[in-house]
């Protein structure tokens, strides 16, 4: 740290992103990428003529973009805002709705208490149950805003419709931020919830189940009025936030429902089936309605079992918080990267 550093900033912890290793090659289970390519019509769309354009500033509208999600999900124009990655379009959330301070679940994306240390918003964790679901009466008339991820990471574990919708309800007076970054492959979408409430946010993104995490693409669908508080921050800070090629890729991938379908069926099946493997092997395993699992072995500590993976070239992500550093979570990848998966696991706990 140099002596030049914002005293504001000097005892903050940044956020530890997953592993990205550039030398040797692993089987990737630790950051929830999709093992498989972007649809055909991305690779089709980002071509010479659009690398060409580079030279111009992108659209600071994301007119192409914006028009494909509204279409994709039956709201209006105005009710979208794109971002870089939902990393970013969170952060907005921070900017606009955090005077009065937000609450989230404590085992909950890690970013989330980061977001609080940088823009000066007061976070208030609160514990999950003791199965590691999420009370939702912790979450009611809150004071305060509330961020919740649906489905929640790193355990995987949903909130029907109906449970988010009692905590929107409750809350008319702040805004509640549903983060569903991981609903496409089991979650209940608040999406409908969208006409009827003007105090939900709901954030989505493109680097789980649209095969884009490299284009750093996410987006909000809330009420015109949220929406423009969002846009009046990112106009406020990087009014070019979405760059030109991943503005063409995000709209291609939208437009491929075909492939989106197939992609998510095939995760969800090699989900359950790598479930079902370790249940057999004695493994705790959390329902997950996510493209992870979140699970425990039976005979082994979680470090242990994080770094014997990793020796046998797996990565998945592991914790060191008390509650949960028994357990890791796995990345749904390929069928043939959870073969593999599974037969060193098996190795690994029979000895
Ligand atoms: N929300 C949750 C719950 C996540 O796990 C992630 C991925 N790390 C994000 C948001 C951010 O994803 P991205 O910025 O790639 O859209």
Known sequence: MSRFLHSRYQN?????PG???????YIKLNTNESPYAPSPRVLEAINRTEAEQLRLYSDPEARALVNAIAHRYGVDRSQVMVGNGSDEILAFCY???????????????????VFAETFGVDGQAVALKEDFTIDIDDYKNAGRTVLIANPNAPTGICLSRSQVEEIVASNPDDVVIVDEAYVDFGGESSVGLLSK???????????????????????????PELAEDLNKMKFSFNPYNVNRLSIVAGAAAMEDEAYFQECTGRIRKTRE??????????????????????????????????????EEGILVRHWSDPRIVDFVRVTIGSEEEMERFCMVTKILVEG
């Open 12 to 16: 903050m912890e940044p956020y530890t």
């Open 19 to 25: 592993e990205q290793p550039q030398e040797r090659k």
């Open 95 to 113: 900017m606009a709705f955090g005077e009065r301070g937000f609450r989230y679940p404590q085992i909950s994306y890690g970013f989330y208490p």
């Open 197 to 223: 409430y003007d105090n939900l946010v709901v954030v989505q993104t493109f680097s789980k189940s649209r095969n884009l995490a490299g284009a750093r693409l996410g987006f909000a669908l809330t009420s």
């Open 273 to 310: 089936k790598t479930a079902q493997f370790l249940s057999d092997l004695g493994f705790t395993v959390l329902p997950s309605s996510a493209n992870f699992l979140f699970v425990k072995p039976g005979t082994m500590g979680g470090t242990e079992y994080f770094t014997r993976l990793r």
